[in-house]
């Protein structure tokens, strides 16, 4: 079945370290979003990428990076410079001209810093 | 800035009942487009309804409608027959354009929804 991956589901974390959440996607879509989730808050975008080997930030990059090196995946790596790491995670992606900006959505990950 | 507002984190239903969730937006945009999402447990987002700004008659999808009111920037979600499964977090969502001819989304903060049997 067609879908989005994302792994690991559950990631705990030292402070101080970097850590990259997988996304992984077959259905062939060109856009992809990194998207968080704190508890009481709605989404906020982090990082999205169009096509191969570009993106932009989002609103909250700060303390993200993110690479597009195929069209079916968008690693995310939470690196030690974001001051408060814990949270869950949710990717996304969408085909340039399906129904207009409807996205689908792994199942996302939850991080946790200890 | 385009913003979503959904002012209540939980509400209660009854099974078979009809509930409405709430939702209102501030954009200048004249072409915009609203979205509905469901969140279950489990944490993956379901889309539930799509309202297209220039759309006359209100969206449908089953169970869910959409009661869009343009003057007032509104964008409730009207669940109607509501069952057990239909408990999860629901958010109110709107597009938002970017160069190339993507879209990004903005979400609001969410409701809990609860269905008592």
């Known amino acids: 079945d067609g879908g989005i991956t994302q792994s690991p589901k559950y990631l705990f974390r030292k402070e101080g370290q970097n850590v990259t959440l997988s996304c992984e996607q077959n259905?062939?879509?060109?856009?992809m979003y990194w998207y968080r989730q704190d508890p009481g808050q709605g989404l906020r975008l982090i990082y999205y990428?169009?096509?191969?080997?570009?993106?932009q930030k989002g609103d909250i990059a700060e303390g993200y990076s993110v690479s597009r090196e195929k069209k079916e995946s968008f690693p995310l790596t939470v690196t030690s410079a974001q001051k408060n790491p814990t949270a869950f995670y949710l990717c996304?992606?969408?085909?340039?001209?399906?129904?207009?900006?409807?996205?689908?959505f792994g199942e996302g990950s939850r991080l946790t810093v200890l | 800035a385009q913003k979503i507002t959904q002012t209540q984190p939980g509400m209660f239903v009854q099974e078979k009942e009809a509930v409405t969730l709430d939702c209102t937006y501030d954009?200048?945009?004249?072409?915009?487009?609203l979205f509905w999402y469901k969140q279950p447990s489990s944490g993956e987002m379901i889309f539930l309804i799509y309202?297209?700004?220039?759309?006359?008659q209100n969206a449908t999808e089953g169970r869910y409608s959409l009661n869009f009111q343009k003057a007032r920037k509104s964008a409730n979600l009207v669940i109607s027959a509501s069952q057990l499964g239909d408990s999860a977090m629901y958010f109110c969502?709107?597009?938002?354009?970017?160069?190339?001819?993507?879209?990004?989304?903005?979400f609001g903060a969410g409701t809990r929804l609860a269905v008592h049997p």
């Open positions: 996304a992606s969408r085909q340039k001209g399906g129904r207009v900006g409807e996205l689908f």
């Open positions: 259905l062939n879509h060109d856009a």
């Open positions: 990428s169009q096509i191969v080997n570009d993106f």
């Open positions: 954009t200048s945009d004249q072409s915009y487009g």
């Open positions: 309202q297209g700004s220039y759309d006359e």
């Open positions: 969502a709107m597009r938002e354009p970017v160069s190339g001819g993507y879209n990004k989304l903005i």
